[in-house]
């Protein structure tokens, strides 16, 4: 299970900073398509990737050094640019039209009173990069229209469920035992879902047929392993970066089938609009800490300017094997 942890930084990309690592990369992504002029395609195709890595690379690290107010700005359109070059990976003629480079979400009009960033909104759209990121790149179809509030999105991250555990009194994650190619899940995931453990491992079953091996259970765990190590999401187990272990969620959600790199994406779409467009609120959260969204907004910003990079290379590196 180490496979997530050869990324380092962003050195992990300068085999992608080569016109020909980079054109070579993306005929063998075209190929296994069957694209029609597969080397040309990618021979056309290779500077806009990397210039799409490279602009990526240099949001992040000016959201690095620059203060927390437009720290979102930096973070949402660096994580954008990447999202473009793993699209080029698949789609050799991105981009198309106009409607694919919308955003493809929106947010609500806000009330300047009593604004609560938890209980805010993004609904997805019928066009634009969120939608096309998630036909193209995760083949989910069906997602415009969906309003998901913050809490939610944050509720996914699993990085934050300690933050969740001190401000709320409880874990959005249970993390995931290891010993060698044996997971083991405490059993106290049956009290989050209400279920019996035959019920339980069934629904394991239908969620993930193809990937999970179920082993004999104890008094404790319930135990499994997986036939594949080509992906890093193993929806819905999630790969926590900071303790570097796989995490379960703890509350049943159509969202826990949602790719990370889309939850990273509307939480920062919603944080750059909030920033550019409600300064008298983000400003006043930022100087005087009034409540919790302080907290979690730092914390999500510090894990995503780490973990957006991170979750791009593992997608990149998933087509180079």
Same mark, same amino acid.
């Given at each position: 299970?180490?496979?997530?942890?050869?990324f380092k930084?962003?050195?992990s990309?300068?085999?992608?900073?080569?016109?020909?690592?980079?054109q070579?990369?993306l005929?063998?992504?075209?190929?296994?398509?069957?694209?029609?002029?597969?080397?040309q395609?990618?021979?056309?195709?290779?500077?806009?990737?990397?210039y799409?890595?490279?602009?990526?690379?240099i949001y992040?690290?000016?959201? &690095? @050094?620059?203060? =927390?107010i !437009?720290?979102?700005?930096?973070?949402?359109?660096? $994580?954008?640019h990447? #999202?473009?070059?793993?699209i080029?990976t698949?789609?050799?003629n991105?981009?198309e039209?106009?409607?694919v480079?919308?955003?493809?979400?929106s947010?609500r009009?806000?009330?300047?009173q009593?604004y609560?960033?938890?209980?805010?909104?993004?609904?997805?759209?019928?066009?634009?990069?969120?939608?096309?990121m998630?036909e193209?790149m995760?083949?989910m179809?069906?997602l415009?229209?969906e309003?998901?509030?913050?809490q939610?999105?944050l509720?996914?991250?699993?990085?934050?469920s300690?933050?969740?555990s001190q401000?709320?009194? &409880? @874990?959005?994650? =249970?993390? !995931?035992?290891?010993?060698?190619?044996?997971?083991s $899940?405490?059993?106290i #995931?049956?009290?989050?879902?209400?279920?019996?453990?035959s019920?339980?491992?069934?629904f394991?079953?239908?969620?993930?047929?193809?990937l999970?091996i179920?082993?004999?259970?104890n008094?404790?765990?319930?135990?499994?392993?997986l036939?594949?190590?080509?992906n890093?999401?193993?929806?819905?187990?999630?790969?926590?970066?900071e303790n570097?272990?796989?995490?379960?969620?703890?509350?049943?959600s159509?969202?826990?089938?949602?790719?990370e790199?889309l939850?990273?994406?509307?939480?920062?779409?919603?944080?750059?609009?909030?920033?550019?467009?409600?300064?008298?609120w983000?400003s006043?959260?930022i100087k005087?800490?009034p409540?919790?969204?302080y907290?979690f907004i730092?914390?999500?910003?510090?894990?995503?300017?780490?973990?957006?990079?991170?979750?791009?290379?593992?997608?990149l590196?998933?087509k180079l094997?």
């Amino acid at each position: 299970m180490l496979l997530m942890l050869d990324f380092k930084n962003w050195d992990s990309f300068l085999y992608f900073f080569s016109a020909s690592s980079s054109q070579s990369f993306l005929k063998k992504c075209y190929k296994l398509r069957s694209t029609d002029l597969a080397e040309q395609k990618s021979y056309e195709n290779c500077y806009p990737f990397i210039y799409y890595l490279e602009h990526g690379q240099i949001y992040y690290n000016q959201a &690095k @050094n620059a203060p =927390l107010i !437009i720290q979102p700005i930096l973070l949402f359109y660096g $994580l954008v640019h990447l #999202i473009k070059a793993c699209i080029l990976t698949i789609d050799p003629n991105y981009p198309e039209s106009t409607t694919v480079l919308a955003h493809g979400v929106s947010t609500r009009k806000r009330k300047k009173q009593q604004y609560h960033f938890f209980l805010d909104e993004v609904k997805i759209q019928k066009s634009g990069l969120l939608p096309y990121m998630g036909e193209k790149m995760f083949h989910m179809k069906h997602l415009e229209g969906e309003k998901i509030t913050m809490q939610e999105l944050l509720s996914q991250i699993p990085e934050l469920s300690l933050m969740f555990s001190q401000t709320k009194g &409880k @874990n959005t994650f =249970l993390q !995931i035992k290891r010993n060698d190619d044996l997971l083991s $899940l405490p059993k106290i #995931i049956l009290d989050h879902y209400h279920m019996t453990e035959s019920r339980f491992t069934d629904f394991l079953k239908t969620d993930m047929a193809d990937l999970i091996i179920l082993q004999e259970s104890n008094d404790q765990f319930i135990n499994f392993s997986l036939n594949t190590l080509d992906n890093v999401e193993f929806l819905p187990f999630k790969y926590n970066l900071e303790n570097l272990e796989i995490n379960f969620p703890t509350t049943k959600s159509v969202l826990n089938n949602y790719p990370e790199l889309l939850i990273h994406y509307l939480l920062l779409y919603n944080l750059s609009m909030i920033s550019r467009y409600e300064t008298e609120w983000w400003s006043e959260l930022i100087k005087m800490m009034p409540n919790q969204d302080y907290p979690f907004i730092q914390s999500f910003l510090n894990i995503t300017s780490k973990k957006g990079p991170f979750l791009i290379y593992q997608f990149l590196k998933g087509k180079l094997s």
